[in-house]
């Protein structure tokens, strides 16, 4: 009777999944249908128009001012734009929506875009920071929350997440990707997408995601923004295109093209990119977006005569829609008329656009989000304090220096950026208030009480004049005029927390820097306090990897706390006194000296890669050729012993996957959690292969004593990479595994595949 009860139990499965599927493929063919049924009833000029992108550039709740804002409203009315970005507010959304609703001929709704990066009106930390937590569902959350809050406001479409991979420290948009590992950011961009997007677009208060930026933005030459981009194409597949692949297979909306070119092609007229691998290869059914006003600029790149060439070239390489371009209205309905674009071109790209306000659920109500919301920020700014603390990463703990006893009488904190309530909302900064985070003197405050006497000074200023998105910071490199103060209140304290690092403007989308180190007068100043008091704190708040060999050389304690956001004091504070045992890792290498960069973990070993007899190999002759503190690295205020690596088999096949062993044990005072991680190394290959890829990791939280026995299994799709042969495809041979708390201080074991 047992075997007929699971007989039965077993097909009821079945056929549930079965249903499932087949609603699945209905609602896909209903889409279908209702997509080519409004494709069908079109003219070109307003397929045209489906294919326009406007920025808000005025107050749509009034009258159209200018010359240009009134065109763009009657190209409104007349149904000839097909999305807008930064129109903020249910209202103003609600009217721009009414303007095409009421006004154009088939009332196609409008969909409306804005950089939702980290947070909308809560802001959680910036990406790279996040990323540094390892937590894929603590992003999924953030992500969530964003979500929420953006969706209440209007918005039904985000230009996020950025996942470029990006080896460069001097680059000042690093902060806004998750670092140099592909494996990991292809984690994060699933997690993302799936935050934004949740299991279905037509749901409560989703937004469409964006996977951006394709392809090789971070790999611009001398870490400069726009710059040019040499790769070849191993390069190409076997590290940047993976995130985006991840992200395509999640079902990600949109895609954004890249400002640069790639070995003399602008990605943006990229046909191999766009046509070939994302809609050939790889069957994603989304459409493309430029970055703003990219498809014009491949006039100045000299791969465009005029606007009208720029168009011709952007649809035949395949991106859909022209944000701020002008390019698309003006020259495509010319270009169709003159036989230089294929209508079934437009078509694609009209029906990939139809397709994303169909499942965002735009035509059934296209005021969905322009409707009032409740959003309980509160809880959502529980979740960022809880998000911002795990994304911290202690880099030093010289003589357990932390966590600090709430028992010791005076604390000093210093630095330009100790009550800086800005810097710590980071850049690209959404709806987040000025000046409304936690700054790291409140958040000691509110962790001490009123036992212990808190001193603070400034010390100098960071930066001086305005500050704002377009413009550069101005850097203080002369005044030190509040060192004597800074210098007095170290000399009576019995500790110091510094608080020094990177203003909120100085990372992030056209801050590229040829120095990474304290900008400013911030190094004197801390090596003047080093002076009177040695017993120091130091915690950075930075959007990059910084350069500083002398403080970790020097002082006895360094935490990396990143810009976090909205409850970043709150969060340093918790880790500070021990209410949180840090557990962040690196996603990202810190250079011991920014003439290494690029750095990264995942190198080529080449010809020469050491000797302890000579120069001629691949190294430095003035410094260390690793880095400071490699991917993968971070402390805890516990210690963590691994032990040897035990594997099911010397010998693997495609049909027989490796189970890979590990134990770790607890062997400090306290409760902590470690992120067990996993890297491969093949060891002969069609191509040259780097020393080490991360494949795996696992987070693990131990009691005091505690064992606990880690297990990854090692797949033969694990072992693919992009070979001699131009695919994705695994090789026979010796493949070393690794396994360890950072990609420097590894277990290692080695086996033989066979196919």
């Known amino acids: 009777m047992k075997k007929i009860h699971a007989i039965i139990a077993l097909l009821a499965l079945s056929l549930t999944a079965s249903a499932q599927k087949t609603e699945i493929k209905s609602s896909v063919q209903q889409v279908e249908t209702k997509v080519d049924s409004v494709l069908g009833l079109m003219t070109l000029e307003e397929k045209v128009g489906q294919l326009v992108q406007y920025n808000g550039s005025w107050d749509l709740t009034g009258p159209a001012s200018g010359m240009d804002n009134k065109q763009k409203e009657d190209n409104l009315k007349n149904g000839r734009v097909g999305a807008m970005l930064n129109v903020l507010s249910p209202e103003a959304t609600a009217e721009a929506q009414r303007l095409v609703m009421e006004n154009s001929r088939l009332k196609i709704p409008l969909m409306f875009g804005y950089d939702v990066i980290h947070g909308y009106k809560t802001i959680f930390p910036v990406p790279l920071a996040e990323t540094a937590s390892w937590d894929l569902e603590a992003m999924e959350k953030s992500a969530r929350i964003s979500a929420v809050e953006a969706s209440a406001e209007g918005i039904n479409w985000?230009?996020?997440?950025?996942?470029?991979?990006?080896?460069?420290?001097?680059?000042?948009?690093?902060?806004?990707?998750?670092?140099?590992?592909?494996?990991?950011?292809?984690?994060?961009?699933?997690?993302?997408?799936?935050?934004?997007?949740?299991?279905?677009?037509?749901?409560?208060?989703?937004?469409?995601?964006?996977?951006?930026?394709?392809?090789?933005?971070?790999?611009?030459?001398?870490?400069?923004?726009?710059?040019?981009?040499?790769?070849?194409e191993n390069e190409l597949h076997n590290t940047i295109l993976p995130p985006f692949k991840a992200a395509a297979e999640a079902g990600v909306a949109t895609f954004m093209n890249s400002f640069n070119d790639i070995d003399g092609t602008p990605a943006t007229g990229h046909k191999v990119l766009q046509r070939d691998v994302l809609k050939g290869d790889w069957n994603w059914d989304g459409f493309i977006v430029s970055d703003w006003g990219s498809i014009a600029e491949m006039i100045e790149h000299g791969f465009a005569e005029d606007k009208i060439h720029a168009a011709q070239i952007a649809m035949n390489a395949g991106s859909d829609m022209d944000m701020e371009g002008g390019a698309y209205e003006a020259g495509l309905v010319k270009l169709v008329g003159d036989g230089k674009v294929k209508e079934e071109f437009i078509d694609d790209a009209v029906r990939r656009i139809l397709r994303v306000k169909f499942k965002l659920g735009l035509f059934e109500d296209p005021y969905r989000y322009s409707k009032p919301v409740t959003v309980d920020f509160d809880a959502h700014r529980?979740?960022?304090?809880?998000?911002?603390?795990?994304?911290?990463?202690?880099?030093?703990?010289?003589?357990?220096?932390?966590?600090?006893?709430?028992?010791?009488?005076?604390?000093?904190?210093?630095?330009?950026?100790?009550?800086?309530?800005?810097?710590?909302?980071?850049?690209?900064?959404?709806?987040?208030?000025?000046?409304?985070?936690?700054?790291?003197?409140?958040?000691?405050?509110?962790?001490?009480?009123?036992?212990?006497?808190?001193?603070?000074?400034?010390?100098?200023?960071?930066?001086?004049?305005?500050?704002?998105?377009?413009?550069?910071?101005?850097?203080?490199?002369?005044?030190?005029?509040?060192?004597?103060?800074?210098?007095?209140?170290?000399?009576?304290?019995?500790?110091?927390?510094?608080?020094?690092?990177?203003?909120?403007?100085?990372?992030?989308?056209?801050?590229?820097?040829?120095?990474?180190?304290?900008?400013?007068?911030?190094?004197?100043?801390?090596?003047?306090?080093?002076?009177?008091?040695?017993?120091?704190?130091?915690?950075?708040?930075?959007?990059?990897?910084?350069?500083?060999?002398?403080?970790?050389?020097?002082?006895?304690?360094?935490?990396?706390?990143?810009?976090?956001?909205?409850?970043?004091?709150?969060?340093?504070?918790?880790?500070?006194?021990?209410?949180?045992?840090?557990?962040?890792?690196?996603?990202?290498?810190?250079?011991?000296?920014?003439?290494?960069?690029?750095?990264?973990?995942?190198?080529?070993?080449?010809?020469?890669?050491?000797?302890?007899?000579?120069?001629?190999?691949?190294?430095?002759?003035?410094?260390?050729?690793?880095?400071?503190?490699?991917?993968?690295?971070?402390?805890?205020?516990?210690?963590?012993?691994?032990?040897?690596?035990?594997?099911?088999?010397?010998?693997?096949?495609?049909?027989?996957?490796?189970?890979?062993?590990?134990?770790?044990?607890?062997?400090?005072?306290?409760?902590?959690?470690?992120?067990?991680?996993?890297?491969?190394?093949?060891?002969?290959?069609?191509?040259?292969?780097?020393?080490?890829?991360?494949?795996?990791?696992?987070?693990?939280?131990?009691?005091?004593?505690?064992?606990?026995?880690?297990?990854?299994?090692?797949?033969?799709?694990?072992?693919?990479?992009?070979?001699?042969?131009?695919?994705?495809?695994?090789?026979?041979?010796?493949?070393?595994?690794?396994?360890?708390?950072?990609?420097?201080?590894?277990?290692?074991?080695?086996?033989?595949?066979?196919?």
Do not use: C
């Open 158 to 232: 985000t230009f996020s997440p950025m996942i470029d991979i990006s080896r460069d420290a001097r680059w000042g948009r690093i902060m806004e990707g998750s670092g140099e590992d592909p494996y990991l950011t292809s984690k994060v961009a699933v997690a993302k997408v799936k935050g934004y997007q949740g299991d279905d677009l037509s749901g409560a208060q989703t937004i469409a995601a964006t996977a951006k930026h394709f392809a090789g933005y971070g790999f611009g030459e001398a870490g400069r923004d726009y710059n040019t981009v040499h790769i070849g």
């Open 382 to 755: 529980e979740v960022a304090r809880d998000i911002a603390r795990k994304s911290i990463v202690l880099l030093k703990n010289e003589n357990n220096t932390l966590p600090l006893n709430k028992e010791r009488k005076k604390i000093a904190v210093i630095g330009p950026l100790a009550d800086d309530k800005d810097s710590p909302i980071g850049n690209w900064r959404a709806q987040g208030e000025t000046n409304s985070a936690v700054s790291v003197l409140e958040g000691i405050r509110n962790a001490v009480g009123k036992n212990v006497e808190i001193s603070y000074a400034k010390g100098a200023d960071l930066g001086v004049g305005e500050r704002n998105f377009l413009l550069p910071l101005e850097i203080n490199k002369t005044d030190t005029s509040g060192f004597e103060k800074a210098i007095s209140t170290a000399a009576s304290a019995d500790l110091v927390v510094m608080v020094l690092g990177e203003d909120a403007f100085q990372s992030g989308e056209g801050r590229s820097q040829v120095n990474i180190g304290l900008a400013g007068v911030q190094q004197e100043l801390l090596e003047k306090i080093y002076e009177v008091n040695q017993n120091i704190v130091l915690v950075l708040i930075n959007g990059r990897p910084l350069e500083i060999s002398w403080a970790s050389e020097t002082i006895p304690a360094i935490v990396e706390a990143w810009q976090l956001g909205t409850e970043s004091g709150n969060a340093i504070a918790d880790v500070l006194f021990g209410k949180y045992n840090p557990s962040g890792k690196l996603p990202v290498s810190f250079p011991r000296a920014v003439g290494q960069e690029p750095l990264y973990y995942n190198q080529k070993n080449t010809g020469r890669p050491f000797s302890a007899e000579h120069v001629t190999y691949s190294a430095y002759t003035d410094e260390r050729r690793d880095a400071l503190y490699p991917f993968g690295f971070g402390l805890s205020y516990t210690s963590f012993e691994f032990g040897e690596i035990e594997i099911s088999s010397e010998e693997m096949t495609a049909n027989a996957p490796l189970e890979v062993k590990i134990k770790v044990k607890n062997t400090g005072d306290l409760k902590g959690s470690e992120i067990v991680q996993l890297y491969l190394r093949d060891m002969v290959a069609s191509t040259t292969r780097p020393v080490k890829e991360l494949k795996g990791f696992e987070t693990i939280q131990l009691e005091v004593g505690e064992e606990k026995e880690v297990i990854f299994t090692i797949t033969e799709k694990m072992l693919r990479f992009y070979n001699a042969n131009r695919k994705w495809e695994s090789e026979e041979g010796k493949f070393e595994i690794y396994i360890g708390p950072n990609s420097r201080d590894l277990k290692k074991a080695e086996f033989l595949f066979k196919k």
